[in-house]
Antibody, heavy 118, light 110 residues
């Protein structure tokens, strides 16, 4: 089955860190751009970051630059998001997503919830 | 990297057609034919329904169609059905090599 499964979400205090993981199965992971998208409670979708197939290109939305780092391990079919200096505004469901050329997303995970609160 | 502008809500009667607009800038919608649309049912992950402005994945109903003119892209749902009640988001590739989503539109079937 073609799928993406996220993990690593949870409750973290402001200023803390969290590392999200996403494991892909059912397709050739190394052939695709991979993306993180988040959705705050009751709000819309926000594109966060993406990474190309060989990790030579990584892009971030302005308000997470210098705080978040996207990475991947093609040997383990895995995508990661290291999140540092977290604030309440980072609370939301984080989706792992697949994109063949980086221009649209054709596969989404079920999401993992991150809650930043004291 | 401001969100693309969509109407907050659109409604229509069962069997009729509705259109959702998505307005951007020269750096995204106007500049690239890489607009996509997603349907999100309550409590679920989004689902791709249109890509590259007007292309439809094979498993998506032909009742969904997309178009673009200048700074505005549009999603049309024909023959509206109860199962179409959902949130809809547009997205565009940008000049910064990123993606930007729209503000989202809630569709209600009357």
């Amino acid at each position: 089955e073609v799928q993406l499964v996220e993990s690593g979400g949870g409750l973290v205090q402001p200023g803390g860190s969290l590392r999200l993981s996403c494991v892909a199965s059912g397709f050739t992971f190394s052939n695709y751009w991979m993306t993180w998208v988040r959705q705050a409670p009751g709000k819309g979708l926000e594109w966060v970051a993406n990474i190309n197939q060989d990790r030579s290109e990584r892009y971030y939305v302005d308000y997470v630059k210098d705080r978040f780092t996207i990475s991947r391990d093609n040997a383990k079919n895995s995508l990661f998001l290291q999140m540092d200096s977290l604030s309440a505004g980072d609370t939301g469901v984080y989706y792992c997503a697949r994109s063949e050329y980086g221009d649209y997303i054709d596969l989404w995970g079920q999401g993992t919830l991150v809650t930043v609160s004291s | 990297q401001s969100a693309l502008t969509q109407p907050a809500s659109v409604s229509g009667s069962r069997g009729r057609s509705i259109t959702i607009s998505c307005t951007g800038t020269i750096s995204d919608v106007r500049g690239y034919d890489y607009v996509s649309w997603y349907q999100q049912l309550p409590g679920k992950a989004p689902k791709l329904i249109i890509y590259d402005v007007n292309k439809r994945p094979s498993a998506v109903s032909i009742r969904f169609s997309g178009s673009k003119s200048g700074y505005t892209a549009s999603l049309t749902i024909s023959g509206l059905q109860a199962e179409d009640e959902a949130d809809y988001y547009c997205s565009s590739y940008t000049s910064s090599s990123t993606l930007v989503f729209g503000t989202g539109t809630t569709v209600t079937v009357l």
